[in-house]
């Protein structure tokens, strides 16, 4: 088991930027290829951005492209997503999650076997 827990949202204005984290504890970190999701009221779940087990490789959806940055550290069991330009559409709630390494398809969530409770990032126009 992995327990994930994200940190880091809340209200921002648009035009400026914040840092999400997702702390791991349980199984070894490493061995899991991460991913951030987010879901805006009303709509489906949809994929933001994955990083492989050890960060060689990354992905982003286009709308977040440019703006966004996936990185994270093993040795802190830790995973950040770096948003910068914020726009009112990103306001959602982001869910960091985790699958093992290899399986399946970075952007699709049920792909990912661990979830955190989610955090809440609004941004205001």
């Not at 061995?31 to 489906?44: H, L």
């Not at 948003?83 to 969530?109: F, H, I, Q």
Request: one cysteine or more; proline letters at 2%.
């Amino acid at each position: 088991q992995v327990q994930l827990v994200e940190s880091g949202g809340g209200l921002v204005q648009a035009g400026r930027s914040l840092r999400l984290s997702c702390a791991a504890s349980g199984r070894t970190f490493s061995g899991y290829d991460m991913g951030w999701f987010r879901q805006a009221p009303g709509k489906e779940r949809e994929f933001v951005a994955a990083i492989t087990w050890s960060g060689g490789y990354t992905w982003y959806a286009d709308s977040v492209k440019g703006r966004f940055t996936i990185s994270r550290d093993n040795a802190e069991n830790t995973m950040y997503l770096q948003m910068n330009s914020l726009k009112p559409e990103d306001t959602a709630v982001y869910y960091c999650a985790g699958k093992s390494r290899g399986v399946g398809w970075y952007y699709a969530g049920n792909s990912y076997d661990y979830w955190g409770q989610g955090t809440q990032v609004t941004v205001s126009s």
